[in-house]
């Protein structure tokens, strides 16, 4: 599989947020979790207001993922990957660029909150060298992150998770 990453164009902020939509479809198999999968997309303001890669794979975007820097780390804001071209790679490609972003940027850590359950939340990430943040080192912004995520979500089932950057 051939996937190619680049900064995404600002004319194509629609076609990911058709992207993200499809990308949460999944959810839908998750009674806890099905709520996510007819959510309204990515608003475009959160697309603006980080830096998206963009993953294509046959010549067209398969993924993206959007990062902010925050508290001196960078948090993994959105990645998404569209159902059919899951398992080939376009996930761990994004999340290797995110990590040279972040050492470009000389940040401590990625950082990213996400479900506990589904086997693409937490324990994707986990197998990707991702582990439960110390409570300690969440700064103010990626508190008030979580804040704002327990308006619609149970915090019980989110985690926070990191990767120091060395």
Not at 20 to 44: C, G
Not at 70 to 85: C, F, K, M, R, T
Not at 150 to 159: G, L, M
Request: aromatic letters at 8%; proline letters at 10%.
């Amino acid at each position: 599989m051939s996937v190619r990453l680049r900064a995404t164009r600002p004319d194509e902020l629609p076609t990911l947020q058709a992207l993200e939509a499809a990308a949460r479809r999944r959810y839908a198999a998750w009674p806890d979790l099905a709520f996510i999968a007819t959510r309204p997309p990515i608003a475009l303001e959160r697309l603006a207001a980080g830096t998206v890669w963009v993953a294509e794979h046959a010549g067209r975007p398969a993924g993206f993922i959007l990062l902010q820097p925050q508290d001196g780390q960078l948090y993994l804001a959105n990645i998404s990957v569209v159902p059919e071209a899951g398992s080939r790679g376009i996930g761990r490609a994004l999340l290797a660029q995110a990590l040279s972003d972040a050492r470009a940027l000389g940040a401590e850590a990625l950082t990213l909150t996400t479900f506990k359950a589904p086997p693409w939340n937490g324990p994707w990430f986990r197998r990707h060298g991702y582990t439960p943040m110390p409570a300690e080192r969440v700064g103010p912004a990626l508190r008030a992150t979580m804040e704002r995520q327990t308006i619609t979500v149970d915090p019980a089932t989110r985690e926070v998770l990191w990767r120091p950057v060395s």
